[in-house]
C-alpha cells in the first residue's frame, strides 16, 4: 500500500495505517514488550481516540494487534485518551483517562478510567468508571488527563496532568502533576500536587507526565517529564523526590527539533528505563490525509544519569538489530568543504561519526542528509561554533516548500570532540549528541527521488576522526 511513499519510515514503529499519536500502556509483560498507543482508525487525523497495540520481544519487530480500547461507553463517548499500564497482583490493568463530551456542549469531562485483562487483548471495563468522579478545586474538568502509575511500599501511586488556571480559587497558577494514592487502583485519594511550574517557564498546562527514579552510583535522582501546553515539546525536570513531593533542580527542553513529544517510559525486566516518543507530523492535514497516515514512534530509548547530574539518552542495544550493511569511512580532514560525500547513500540509514577541531579554526561543521544529486535538496545538521549552538537546517529539505528550523539546542563546543550519532527513516531524522547529553527528533519531507546522498561540511578546518554508517533493515 505504500511501497513507493518515499516519507514512510520502515524500522521506526507506526501503524498499518492512519493516525497515531501519545504512546499508552508501555508495559513488559512475561518477556513481552506491549506498545499501546493514541489512534484513529477511520483515517489519518485526529478524531475518536482508540488504544491501538503491538508487541515485540526486542523493541524493534512488532507484531500489529487488534484495538485494545474503545470509546464504546457514555463515560468515554469522545475518547479513549492517553493512560499507563501496570501488573497488579498478576493482572494486566490500565489506568486510562475516558472523555465525556455530550451533544452541544464544547469542552469535554475528563476523568480516570480502568480496564483489565488477563492476555493483553482482550479488556474489561470496570464497571464502576470512572473511579475518580471530579477533578480537584481549581482544575478545570477538559484538563486533567494523562496517568504515570507507580507502586510505593503496599499504595499505587498516580500522578495526573493538569493546571492550576486561578489562583484566587486555588491559591496556585501554572501547569501541575497531581498525586493520588490507592490500595486497589480504583479507589483513590487525593494527596495534593507533586510539583506546579513557573507558567513563564513551562507553560501553563502539563500534560503527558512521567516520573521515574534514576542512579548515577553515587545519588539517586528523581526525573518529571512533561509536555507542557502551549510550547509543544517535551522538558524534563531533575530534582528530589521526598515526603511526596517533588523538588525540581534543574529544567531542561527534553528534545530538540520540534517533532518529540508525549514520551512514556516504563522500567523493563533489564532494570532500565525504556522510552518512546510521538514524532509528530510537520506537514498539513491535507497531505497527512492523502498520504493515509500520520504519526510515527520514536526509536526506543534508554536512560542514565551523568556524573554531573544531566540526563543522558541513548538508543537502546536492540537498535543494533536493524543493522544490516556497515560502510567505513577513513577519517578525513574538512577544510572549508560545502559537502563532502560519504560512500553510501539511501532513506534508512545511522551513521556515527566524530569531530575534532579546535574552536578557533571553524566557525561550522556537521552532517548532511537526505541530499539530491545537485543539492537542490538536503538537510544539514550544523554545529555552530561561532554562536555555540547546535541545529537541524531544514531550510532545503523539500524543494517545493520551504521549512522553518526548529529551535537550536544551546552547546558550549570548547574543543573536545563532538560526536553525532543519527539515524535516517524516511521523513524522520534522530540525532543523539555527545553519547546522548542532547537529542533531537525531527521530520523532513524531500520531494526528488534522489535525495538519499549524505555527506559531512565545514566552514573552517575540522577533522572527522571517526566515521561508521550502517544500512537498516525494514522494523517488520
Known amino acids: 500500500m505504500f511501497e513507493n511513499d518515499l516519507h514512510r519510515p520502515r524500522y521506526h514503529f507506526l501503524p498499518p495505517a492512519n493516525w497515531m499519536n501519545d504512546p499508552n500502556g508501555l508495559i513488559q509483560f512475561n518477556g513481552e514488550y506491549h506498545l499501546f498507543y493514541q489512534h484513529f482508525p477511520g483515517g489519518a487525523y485526529w478524531s475518536d481516540m482508540h488504544w491501538g497495540h503491538a508487541r515485540s520481544r526486542d523493541l524493534v519487530h512488532w507484531e500489529h494487534l487488534p484495538i485494545a480500547l474503545k470509546p464504546d ?82 499504595e499505587w501511586m498516580m500522578l495526573i496532568g493538569s493546571a492550576f488556571r486561578d489562583a484566587a480559587v486555588s491559591g496556585q497558577v501554572g501547569g501541575t502533576v497531581l498525586l493520588y494514592a490507592s490500595p486497589d487502583l480504583v479507589h483513590w485519594q487525593y494527596l495534593g500536587p507533586l510539583c506546579v511550574g513557573n507558567p513563564a517557564e513551562t507553560g501553563d498546562m502539563w500534560e503527558c507526565p512521567d516520573f521515574f527514579a534514576l ?48 514520551p512514556q517510559s516504563v522500567d523493563d525486566e533489564q532494570g532500565r528505563r525504556v ?23 520514536s526509536l526506543p530509548r534508554t536512560f542514565a544519569l551523568a556524573e554531573d547530574g544531566a540526563l543522558l539518552a541513548a538508543p537502546v542495544d536492540e537498535v543494533k538489530l536493524l543493522r544490516r550493511q556497515q560502510h567505513q569511512q577513513q577519517p578525513m580532514p574538512l ?69 522553518e528550523n526548529a529551535a537550536p539546542c544551546p552547546v558550549v563546543f570548547s574543543g573536545a570532540p563532538v560526536r553525532l550519532h543519527v539515524f535516517v527513516d524516511g521523513s524522520v531524522i534522530e540525532v543523539y549528541v555527545d553519547d546522548g547529553r542532547h537529542y533531537f527528533a525531527d521530520r523532513i519531507y524531500p520531494t526528488r527521488a534522489d535525495s538519499m546522498h549524505v555527506g559531512a561540511f565545514a566552514i573552517g578546518r575540522v577533522q572527522v576522526s571517526q566515521i561508521d554508517i550502517w544500512e537498516l533493515n525494514e522494523q517488520g
Open 73 to 154: 461507553m457514555p463515560y468515554d463517548n469522545f475518547g479513549v485518551f492517553s493512560g499507563c499500564a501496570v501488573v497488579n497482583d498478576g493482572v494486566p490493568t490500565v489506568v486510562y483517562t475516558a472523555v465525556q463530551k455530550d451533544p452541544g456542549e464544547t469542552i469535554g469531562v475528563q476523568l480516570p478510567a480502568v480496564a483489565t485483562s488477563q492476555d493483553l487483548i482482550t479488556w474489561t471495563k470496570y464497571p464502576d468508571n470512572p473511579v475518580i468522579r471530579h477533578a480537584p478545586t481549581g482544575v478545570r474538568a477538559d484538563e486533567f488527563r494523562d496517568h504515570v502509575i507507580w507502586r510505593e511500599g503496599d
Open 215 to 262: 542512579s548515577n552510583g553515587y545519588e539517586t535522582k528523581h526525573v518529571l517529564i512533561v509536555s507542557p501546553i502551549p510550547y509543544g515539546k517535551a522538558m524534563h525536570m531533575i530534582g528530589t523526590y521526598r515526603d511526596r513531593k517533588f523538588v525540581p533542580e534543574t529544567l531542561a527542553t527534553h528534545a530538540y527539533g520540534g517533532s518529540f513529544y508525549a
Open 335 to 403: 577544510n572549508d568543504s560545502e559537502f563532502v560525500p560519504l560512500n553510501v547513500r539511501g532513506r534508512q540509514l545511522e551513521l556515527d561519526a566524530v569531530f575534532q577541531f579546535d574552536p578557533d579554526d571553524v566557525s561550522e561543521f556537521g552532517l548532511v542528509v537526505a541530499r539530491s544529486a545537485n543539492g537542490e535538496e538536503q538537510t544539514r545538521i550544523v554545529c555552530d561554533v561561532t554562536h555555540q549552538q547546535i541545529y537541524i537546517d531544514r531550510s532545503r529539505s523539500q524543494a517545493d516548500q520551504p521549512s
Open 275 to 297: 522510552q518512546f516518543g510521538w514524532l509528530m507530523e510537520k506537514r498539513s492535514r491535507e497531505a497527512q490525509i492523502a498520504a493515509g497516515w500520520s504519526g510515527v514512534m
